[in-house]
């Protein structure tokens, strides 16, 4: 199995004349995911590899009702209302490949899909894969199998470069991915390793958790809680980068504010420590993973 | 961008918060006619504007008299980036905190509120946090009117100008009512194209420092050709290992296991996104014309969609501009589209041009090439600088 994406995903791509969007939704369509049609308002009539283009997520719907997923690509001041569009169509899935989109809308955008009961990836979202079934966005680009192979280990990454590099790893050592996903580094995020690690604790053919976190936010943190307080039964894997970053000169704590909301959480140590306290075997260079997952799993 | 307090003052003058009479002198110029001619009256608190905080423990906020002269504020100036600014002294009867951010825990805006404002707050623990629904119109009357009314009026400069941080503190209570005496704003980098006629703050890195010559010939790579990343995130650093990164993630990644094994990074850079071969030659100038480097590193995650015949033909022809021929060792780790064609062509320059080249592709680990690099150039820099 796999979770949110599989063969019964029916993909729109909002953007889909676009550069970004032109191409994820080639490589989508070429890894076997069913892309039923593409939005660009003002391009509505015209055809981008043999598949409509609507003005309006709603028009596209009307014609398709059997869309289920979205996937956005558009320039980061259109993306808000992307996601509104999408939001207000009860589209369930609504992946977010645009970077750059302001914290504001974001946060904006989050609440209100958590209201409409949708669930929001991204933004800065590389996309999901579930090899062999289906991909949404850019995630492994236009050979996915060089670093994508099918196996029992769910993957949440904040990089997209850093998602395909570990399953890539993993590959190496016979391991694959049941589903991987780039969750975005962004200060606001509509999934987090926590939203997602529920999903995969469901999924049968999902024994492990390997997740790729940075410094900065608590989003690490808040899972090394959720796994304690859900007494999550699955083994978690993690690499987490931040030894460099946090000791460039320009490295600046966000006013007080941070030091009050983030007292003690958001370093690369404060993770790591959290995670480890959860029981989270935190790898100090990603190519140790495969062997610590194989002495678990063993 | 972090804004001085100054700008942020001004931003809360346009939203109508309350902020003291004041000037901000620019120069030796400024000071002398503000001296010889008072605009406001006194008493007054002279700030230097810098990016830093606890400005007054390092003497940086003082009490000016116009009787002791303007050479205390000559002297303030040559301390400060941005000016002195001279304000009245005002009496509180007490001090507030008042900030608004984003929680990530709660995925949220986040107010947050101490009646114990002032210097050493973070150390203060009794905070008010208001979660805000986003969903709902924007209404706030959790404390005193009068405070409600100076939150309602911050939440409109953060929604306003897109801050990732609007913070007060220390908020004056006064007899004429609060008064903002302090400002700290981040906008966030990302809502700046929504404000390019509003706000026209001079550019500037986060530490408040002007881009060196070198990070602004690297900055314009990007802003010349919008195709791919490479060159905006350009930092120079004290090192002597010139890095060519590739990826956000990758990059850290890469840099982390560097740094940990003790090697010295001459600079930051990471590129992405199939920047054309042009714009990496460009970078690579840039990166290799730093003097006595003693090693230069090409590293990156297994591309997604990266062109690498495109990227390492940009690399290999900046390479070759470089006067005096680089004879230090080039550690490159990449993988993607079109690496084995990238890989034969940069053995063929090996052979031909006589670069001390060492190529790895994606069955190495990126974060072993890190120790390869630090150990070439440690045995370089015995041979050529030791003697």
Known sequence: MSILIDKNTKALVQGITGKEGSRAAEQMLAYGTEVVAGVTPGKGGQEIFGKPVYNSVQEALTKHPEINTTSIAVPAAF???????????????????????????????????KKAGVRMLGPSSIGIISPGKAKLGSIGGSEPNFSYQQGKIGLISKSGGMASELSFILKKEGLGVSTALGIGGDVIIGSTF???????LDDPDTKALVIYG??????????????????????????????????????????????????????????????????VKVANVPDELPKLIKDTLK | MNLYEFEGLELFDKSGIPTPKRVHLQSSKDIEKFAAKLTFEGPYIAK??????????????????????????????KTSSRGVLVEEKLEAKKEHYLSITYSTSKRSPLIIYSNEGGVDVEEVKKFEEFEVDLTQKFK??????????????????????????????????????????DSKIILDEDGLFRHEEDLGFEQRDIAGKKPTKAEAAAKQIDKEDHRGSAGSSYMELDGDIGIIAAGGGGSLVNMDA????????????????????????KLTKI?????????????????NFTDMYETLSGFVNGLKAIKPKPDYPIVIRRGGPRWEEAKKMLEQVKEKEDFDLHIYGPETPMTSTAKIMVELSNKYKNEHFNR
């Not at chain 2, 007054?56 to 100036?77: A, C, F, H, M, R």
């Not at chain 2, 090693?295 to 297994?302: N, R």
């Open chain 2, 48 to 77: 230097a504007q810098i990016l830093a905080g606890k400005r007054g423990k390092s003497g940086l906020i003082k009490s000016w008299t116009p009787e002791v002269g303007y050479l205390d504020l000559q002297n303030l100036l």
């Open chain 2, 287 to 303: 990166v290799l014309s730093k003097q006595n480097l003693i090693g230069c590193w090409l590293v990156g995650a297994t591309a």
């Open chain 1, 194 to 200: 926590s939203d997602l690690a529920s999903l995969f």
């Open chain 1, 79 to 113: 993306a808000k209302n992307a996601v509104l569009e999408a939001i207000e169509a009860r589209l369930a899935l609504i992946h977010v490949l645009t970077e750059h989109v302001p914290i504001f809308d974001s946060a904006f955008c989050y609440a209100q899909a």
């Open chain 2, 140 to 181: 706030f009357n959790e404390l005193t009117p009068e405070l409600n009314k100076i939150v309602e009026k911050l939440w409109q400069v953060f929604t306003e100008f897109d801050c990732r941080l609007a913070e007060i503190n220390p908020l004056f209570e006064t007899k004429g009512g609060l008064i903002a005496v």
């Open chain 2, 258 to 281: 560097l740094v940990a094994l003790g090697g010295k990074p001459a600079n930051y850079t990471e590129h992405s996104g199939n920047p054309p071969a042009e714009k990496i030659e």
């Open chain 1, 214 to 279: 940075e410094q900065g936010g608590t989003y690490e943190e808040d899972f090394a809680e959720f796994i304690v307080q859900s007494k999550f039964p699955k083994p978690v894997f993690a690499f987490i980068a931040g030894i460099f970053a946090e000791s460039l000169p320009a490295g600046q704590a966000l006013g007080h504010a941070g030091a009050i909301i983030e007292a003690g959480k958001g370093r690369r140590a404060d993770k790591v420590r959290a995670l480890e306290k959860a029981g």
